[in-house]
């Protein structure tokens, strides 16, 4: 019978049951000095926490407690997350989202043929989602590449998310949005000033100073490469561990 | 429903002093600790949006407090740098000695604690600290449980050799 050292901790820790519980009681049974290791993690348990318990006695500095009743600082008119954060929720909020996705798909409407209005960016589940030829191409195309749609800047942000930006129309829709739960989350888009589609432009020179503005709000260290972008890809735009 | 956002921002308010504690053990200097909390509760009223009710909120800003302090130690370039909580030490002989010998030890566990790379620091911090279970623990940080128990017992190896011979 062998118990792994992680085994002794986990079962130190109450992480334990059943089966696994069992053999390690056993184990210690027939080998008294891993009970020593079992107190061993638990007294250590004990001395972290003791060590860290007068923070949580010490009163609360008053500017946190402001902080949580403040209203969010709204930093970019055009950023729909920051717009939703400050906006009072309430039983409009669907409707709103709803005309405000609505709104967007004038844009597309207006912009061009190479999207299928209704399906790139739709209200869903209290924000808006990429959807057809938008995801498809956030999930799928790289800065490089050419197409319909343009991705620009790949990056993580602080909360390890990783999010894109994208110029669709020929500039004609602009936006950012972020991979979370297998779905594009848009987090921004906004209605640029279409160009013609012959035009070379890069991706960079494309994206508006708004967009820019949320990358930079949101960005954790650099955008990712070339390499580290197809990296992503293949990993399904999940944060690298 | 503008009922669940007052809630949840009552919610933050009780978990002001377990997010304090976090952020202590992360960023070491209780005023750093505290600029921390700050920009994790404004960063968290920002994205209230995006919390799944029904999981725990402390855990969903303990993740982005470990990521916003990630991005903060990489942007000052001092990773690793080991801090020596000027607090506990500049109070050390204004109590009795009881309280003096509590303060020593705590000092002796905060600056063990510093000296361990982030990544076990907060394994740590979560599970024995937090209370956190290993699966609560590894969503937090991203992780598989091996990685996380991994983590956590380097961790501990490393503070039992650091504290070994201090008191228990």
């Not at chain 1, 986990?10 to 069992?22: F, N, S, T």
């Not at chain 1, 949320?214 to 070339?226: C, H, Q, S, T």
């Not at chain 2, 003096?100 to 790379?117: C, G």
Request: hydrophobic letters at 45%; aromatic letters at 4%.
């Amino acid at each position: 019978m062998s118990v792994t050292h992680e085994d002794l901790m986990a079962y130190a820790d109450g992480e334990l049951d059943g089966a696994d519980k069992a053999r390690v009681e056993a184990a210690i049974a027939a080998a008294p000095d891993l009970r020593a290791v079992v107190d061993g993690h638990r007294a250590l348990r004990s001395r972290l926490s003791a060590a860290y318990a007068p923070v949580v006695e010490e009163p609360v500095p008053a500017r946190l407690l402001d902080a949580v009743r403040a209203q969010p600082a709204m930093d970019n008119v055009v950023s729909l997350g920051a717009a939703r954060a400050k906006r009072t929720p309430g039983q409009w909020q669907a409707r709103e989202w709803a005309a405000m996705a609505a709104a967007l798909l004038v844009g597309v409407i207006v912009g061009g043929q190479a999207l299928r209005p209704a399906s790139a960016i739709v209200a869903a589940n209290g924000g808006l989602e990429a959807r057809g030829a938008l995801a498809r191409a956030l999930d799928t195309q790289l800065a490089a590449d050419q197409g319909a749609v343009r991705i620009g800047v790949t990056f993580r942000t602080i909360d390890g998310d990783t999010c894109r930006t994208f110029a669709a129309q020929g500039g004609g829709l602009n936006g950012l949005a972020c991979k979370e739960n297998a779905k594009w989350r848009v987090d921004m888009a906004m209605r640029g000033e279409s160009r013609p589609a012959t035009e070379f432009r890069t991706a960079a020179a494309e994206t508006p100073p708004e967009v820019l503005a949320r990358v930079d709000a949101m960005i954790a260290g650099e955008p990712l490469d070339a390499v580290q972008e197809k990296d992503a890809r293949a990993r399904r735009w999940t944060a690298p561990r | 429903m503008a009922s669940s956002t007052d809630g949840l921002r009552d919610e933050i308010v009780t978990l002001l002093p377990k997010l304090r504690r976090f952020a202590r053990v992360l960023a070491g200097q209780p005023a750093d600790a505290d600029d921390l909390v700050q920009l994790v509760v404004e960063r968290a009223l920002m994205r209230l949006a995006q919390y799944q009710p029904g999981t725990r909120l402390d855990a969903w800003m303990f993740t982005m407090m470990r990521n916003a302090w990630i991005d903060e130690v990489r942007s000052r370039g001092r990773r690793g740098k080991v801090f020596m909580p000027e607090e506990d030490g500049a109070h050390v002989g204004s109590d009795g000695a009881r309280a003096m010998a509590t303060r020593l030890e705590a000092m002796d566990v905060h600056a063990a604690m510093q000296t361990l790379p982030e990544e076990q620091r907060s394994a740590i911090a979560l599970v024995c600290i937090e209370g956190l279970a290993y699966r609560e623990a590894a969503e937090a940080l991203g992780v598989p449980i091996g990685t996380l128990t991994s983590r956590l017992a380097r961790g501990r190896e490393t503070l039992d050799r650091l504290l070994s011979g201090g008191a228990t």
